[in-house]
């Protein structure tokens, strides 16, 4: 984005078929013409396990979890997801739902699933001016998202790295990305969803939920502003207008990314890493994180990357972005890099290799400036799950308000650096957080976690089914070792706040290994869970949505 126009980075103030009839419930005069005929009203293919494509859809990304449904239902617009809805409703089938197939947790392939519904088709991305809204729906992939947006007006939002992960998932986590810090949480941006619901006698309707304050259904809204997917009912498509938008001019709806990012790839090697070393590194990033999490300040429009890969693997790997178009952009990325390194005597080499979702980029060895879409199309072109087709993998999350604590540190460089540890693809991926995001109140939107400043990723990817009682094992002993000081897991304390549901983990519901007193819960939902609760009682009535992690109706 140019600076000619600095309103748009002065983001976040604050933050249907009735069984076969044409009803359709909505929130404005004008929702029923926004919504918009599919081209078509399309159908999608039943699959049946005699179908060849059958073995293809009973998995997702993680290939430690396989259902063997009915049948698939691949859904191609929101009449279809309706009748589909119905029909698997009546025969008294249990349902999981999918957008881009990338959910690490058993939440849509699991045994008791006996349909899935599959949005992997609808995929369109457009402008709705009766809304003055950017539309997404459910199975467009982020890449595609970032693409349609970019080039057909000037404008995106602020999503994930990863470029198959789906908007269907995505969107109702929360969703974040390397803008993040700089433009807020994707639903942040989030104006309208269109829900397809069912209540317990079966009835099924579309409503068209918006973040208006006068909109009866503005709980479906909140709800989908971080309640995690498959808890409410088919979200089918999302609507995106910044909070601060003005005028009727599509670029201006949404934000406009940087015209241009400085960008930076760099190695450490371990052969240069002992204990106190790693110490100092890990200090370093949590200490910057923490001098610079708030919503003003001028490094909110940099973000990090970084892999702190296993001894196995040999290096870590940090990527970092920041915003060229700033005043002294390239100075302030030069003293970031700088202040990480302070005191640990590491030599840094160019990233020749791919690490994680990081390409090899040794030619961003020195900063580079490159287009904002060039740089977002290189950052997640790898996808190590994505080219591993019998991929198995363990994932575990938290949130850090500040530094790590000496205790924590010691177990991460233990564990990373045991010399029995011979898995390569073991990570602990650290993430900028805070900016932008911290601007909005903890109950504006469902995602609750609004005053950190870095979130972590625990992440261990294997291929042999013979080894995940091993490696399962590992990355949990792990986890529990770095937060033994909380029970095992990142309590909502002074340091850490929790757990994000766009990284399920149902060993959080499992009193085996979430020994605190913590109800799983309140690590990914804090103290907007029962308003969660009090919404599906409404929408979901007879808890028909449901998975290991999902929002129950309150007792």
């Given amino acids: 984005m140019s600076s000619a126009r600095p309103g748009r980075r002065s983001v976040l103030a604050g933050g249907a078929a009735l069984a076969g009839t ?33 073995e293809l859809l009973t998995t ?12 698939i239902k691949m859904i191609r617009s929101s009449a279809d997801a309706a009748r589909a809805l119905r029909d698997a409703f009546r025969a008294g089938k249990r349902v999981s739902v999918r957008s881009g197939g990338h959910c690490v947790a058993d939440f849509t392939c699991n045994p008791e699933v006996e ?17 003055r809204a950017f539309y997404v729906d459910a199975g467009a992939r982020l890449y595609n998202v970032y693409e349609a947006l970019y080039k057909g007006w000037g404008v995106t939002i602020p999503g994930g790295v990863c470029h198959s992960v789906g908007a269907g998932g995505h969107v109702s986590g929360g969703g974040y990305g390397m803008l993040s810090r700089a433009y807020g949480l994707v639903v942040d941006h989030l104006y309208a969803v269109e829900v397809v619901v069912v209540d317990e006698r079966g009835r099924v309707r579309t409503v068209i939920a918006t973040r208006e304050e006068d909109d009866p259904h503005r709980d479906l809204w909140w709800a989908h502003t971080g309640g995690g997917g498959g808890n409410f009912g088919l979200a089918t498509r999302y609507w995106f207008r910044s909070p601060d938008a003005t005028g009727t001019r599509p670029g201006d709806q949404l934000v406009n990314p940087p015209a241009r990012v400085w960008t930076s790839a760099l190695d450490f090697p371990w052969e240069q890493l002992d204990e106190t070393s790693f110490a100092r590194l890990m200090k370093n990033f949590g200490a910057w994180h923490e001098r610079h999490g708030g919503p003003d300040d001028v490094y909110r429009h940099l973000s990090s990357l970084f892999n702190v890969n296993a001894k196995a693997f040999g290096r870590l790997s940090l990527f970092t972005q920041i915003d060229a178009t700033i005043p002294d952009s390239r100075a302030l990325l030069d003293a970031y890099l700088a202040e990480l390194l302070e005191g640990t005597g590491i030599e840094p080499v160019p990233m ?8 090899a980029m040794p030619n961003q060895f020195r900063p580079t400036e490159l287009p904002w879409l060039a740089a977002a199309r290189m950052l997640g072109a790898p996808d190590p799950v994505g080219a591993n087709p019998i991929a198995r993998v363990g994932l575990k999350s938290a949130y850090f308000r500040k530094n790590f604590t000496d205790r924590q540190i010691a177990s991460l460089y233990r564990f990373l650096a045991d010399p029995e540890l011979d898995n390569p693809d073991t990570t602990l991926v650290l993430l900028s957080f805070g900016g932008r995001i911290n601007s909005v ?21 294997w291929s042999d089914p013979k080894d995940d009682a091993r490696y399962l094992r590992w990355i949990r002993d792990w986890y529990e070792d770095v937060f033994a000081e909380t029970q095992g897991v990142p309590e909502l304390d002074g340091v850490t706040d929790g757990c994000y549901i766009n990284y399920p983990d149902p060993d959080m519901a499992d009193p085996r290994h979430n020994r605190s007193h913590l109800p799983w819960h309140a690590l ?32």
């Fill in 22 to 54: 044409a009803a359709l419930t909505a929130a404005a005069p004008s929702a029923v013409a926004a919504a918009g005929p599919r081209p078509g009203q399309a159908v999608g293919a039943r699959v049946s396990p005699v179908d060849p494509r059958y």
């Fill in 60 to 71: 997702g990304i993680n290939k430690r979890f396989v259902a063997r449904p009915e049948y």
């Fill in 115 to 131: 349909v899935i519904l599959d949005f992997s088709e609808m995929t369109d991305v457009g402008y709705d001016p009766r809304f």
């Fill in 352 to 359: 020749e290799r791919p690490s994680g979702e990081l390409a």
């Fill in 441 to 461: 109140a903890p109950d504006a939107t469902a995602s609750a976690q609004r005053d950190s400043v870095f979130k972590v990723i625990f992440q261990n990817i």
């Fill in 524 to 555: 990914f939902y804090k103290g907007n869970y029962r308003r969660l609760q009090r919404i599906k009682g409404r929408w979901d009535p007879s808890n028909y949505f449901r998975h290991s992690l999902s929002v129950t109706t309150a007792p």
